[in-house]
T-cell receptor, first 121, second 112 residues
């Protein structure tokens, strides 16, 4: 059980190049998320997928696209990288779903991957 | 989601209890208090969460005041590996989307 995995761990791009960050989880979770973290700041949500087949914008979606390939995988694509996208990118997943019964207590806990450190020159 | 206020930094001696406060005076009745931490360069790690009762797990205890306007995360026997940024997050539990809003957090430094 690897939890949440992300590839690559590090990446350097030139302005205008494109790339896709990969994320996979093996916990059978319904929801997946992409965050970015800039130096000295908290995490900001880019996109999320509440369930397979759905995606929604977070607080900073501009310049990014996502694909929920299947229940396990959620990818983040930079079509034309810019220096402002230099950041550490974290993927997360949570079980989510169901009603508000007692068993719901832990289902929306998010579990994070190790991050991808991206530099755009 | 309610806004939280945490001290920017705290120190703690190894082996002692670390008590990290969080103010959330505008919390709503259906909002939970979550604590995450981030050890340098790693992904955030879930610690504990609660609604109104005190909670304890293998990592920490969470004490929520009766009026729910503040809470304290307690690491009973801090170790050097507990040095991290600790985030207090208030959000509605069991919603259809579980996005977390991270503030600046508290930098906890555990000294030998």
């Amino acid at each position: 059980n690897a939890g949440v995995t992300q590839t690559p761990k590090f990446q350097v791009l030139k302005t205008g190049q494109s790339m896709t960050l990969q994320c996979a989880q093996d916990m059978n979770h319904n929801s997946m998320y992409w965050y970015r973290q800039d130096p000295g700041m908290g995490l900001r949500l880019i996109y999320y997928s509440a369930s397979e087949g759905t995606t929604d914008k977070g607080e900073v979606p501009n310049g990014y696209n996502v694909s929920r390939l299947n229940k396990r995988e959620f990818s983040l694509r930079l079509e034309s990288a810019a220096p402002s996208q230099t950041s550490v990118y974290f993927c997360a997943s949570s079980a989510q779903g169901g009603g508000l019964a007692g068993g719901q207590r832990r289902t929306d806990t998010q579990y994070f991957g190790p991050g991808t450190r991206l530099t755009v020159l | 989601d309610a806004k939280t206020t945490q001290p920017p930094s705290m120190d703690c001696a190894e082996g002692r209890a670390a008590n990290l406060p969080c103010n959330h005076s505008t919390i709503s009745g259906n909002e939970y208090v979550y604590w995450y931490r981030q050890i340098h360069s790693q992904g955030p790690q879930y610690i504990i969460h609660g609604l109104k009762n005190n909670e304890t797990n293998e990592m920490a205890s969470l004490i929520i005041t009766e009026d729910r306007k503040s809470s304290t995360l307690i690491l009973p026997h801090a170790t050097l590996r507990d040095t991290a940024v600790y985030y207090c997050i208030v959000r509605v539990g069991g919603t259809s989307y579980g996005k977390l809003t991270f503030g600046q957090g508290t930098i906890l430094t555990v000294h030998p």
